[in-house]
């Protein structure tokens, strides 16, 4: 056995703040609050169903990875949000039209105790989408303050022992790397002066960062992924994970694409397409929004397929995305894609996937995942970007010099290996010759 890492056990309630009240955040809600009454099953979710492989395989040692790492109880759970609209969360939950009202109305009472506080917003990052329920001040810094208040009075008024912050809001649009973002000094200049190049994510962000709370970017935007975020979060001890929650076509490429590098055929090209309804569709009908989402999208292939270390087989592959709102499929996203690829003596083949999916149902045990994560990498002293958290990501962040893994297979062994690591358990390389010695 290795020397463990130091854990303060998850003790008293824990807080999640959540940007965005909208389809995502109302159906992990929902979900959490049905679990608890044993209403329903957290399918799809690591941290309450998943196990981990503790050293050889003939010591048969699985236990639940709940069952092996400290992490807060379902029960412990305590939500609060904010959002542009006034609507608590039953009547935004109706509204998303994920869940049924046969799932709703057992937890009605709880959901419609959760009312968003006034959101920070601005229509020029954000084109689609507009509401009465938003924060005044005299510049992006004040505004941060008053987020900071928010967390506080919602800290002491739930008795709370730590908080964490998830983005379940909108996609913003497309923001490129600015020297603003460099230092935390310039970061914090930039908002006082009212500087286009910090979009509310990170004024939500900064103001988290400053309490102590662990922050997690469920959308493509740049938010954290900025030298003086990071930074800052290192100041204060704070872990920080990001960006884009990895739920449908991002998924099954994160799957597939490793599988035809395995097996070292060769890809010409891969069409992807989406139609999907809701909020998150009629955002990325604006250009610039859809803009930050074709980023988070287009880069996955690139790096797992690695076209510069096999030429001959990705080096010339064509690669297109394509989002299209379409109001009547509302959450039941459906995604298609076309592969063409090619094996032996270069004869082609294809794959067609239609994945007829529901983006609040494969997104809402990754929100409870990372929440659980990022608590329990609080309470270990992790700091920073969290590497390990890649598996739950379309882009995963990563320190500057490091290209991001991609591979699905790749990111939970790094993520079972990081909790291994924390217990200090032997790592598992899956060599086996032990076992034939």
Known sequence: MREKIDIKRPEGKLGVLIPGLGAVATTFIAGVLLARKGLGKPFGSLTQMGTIRLGKRTEKRVPRIRDFVELAELDDLIFAGWDIFPDNAYE?????????KEHLEPVRDELAG?????????????????????????????????LMDDIRKFKEENSLDRLVMVWCASTEIYLRPDPVHETVESLEKAMKENHPAIAPS?????????????????????????????????????PIAGKDFKTGQTLMKTIIAPGLKARLLGLNGWFSTNILGNRD??????????????ESKLGALEYI??????????????HKVRINYYPPRGDNKEGWDNIDIFGWLGYPMQI????????????????LDLVLFMDLAWRAGLRGIQEWLSFYFKTPMCAPELYPEHDL???LMKLKNTLRYMKGEELITHLGLEYYD
């Not at 917003?121 to 505004?143: H, I, Q, S």
């Not at 067609?352 to 929100?367: H, N, W």
């Open 92 to 100: 935004a939950a109706l509204k998303a039209g994920v869940l049924s």
């Open 114 to 146: 959760i009312k968003p506080m006034p959101a920070v917003f601005d229509r020029n990052y954000v084109k689609k989408l507009d509401g009465p329920n938003k924060k005044t001040g005299a510049n992006k810094y004040e505004l941060a303050l008053q």
């Open 202 to 238: 990170m004024i939500y962000a900064y103001a988290a960062i400053k309490s102590g709370l662990p922050f997690i970017n469920g959308a493509p935007n740049l938010t954290v992924d900025i030298p003086a975020m990071v930074q800052l979060a290192w100041n204060h001890n704070v």
């Open 281 to 294: 569709g009629e955002v990325l009908d604006d250009p610039e929004s859809f803009k930050t989402k074709e």
């Open 305 to 318: 397929l690695q076209p510069e270390v096999y030429p001959e087989l990705y080096g010339k592959f064509y």
């Open 352 to 367: 067609k996937i239609d994945f007829l999916c529901r983006d609040s149902i494969l997104a809402a045990p990754i929100v």
């Open 409 to 411: 297979f790749i990111q």
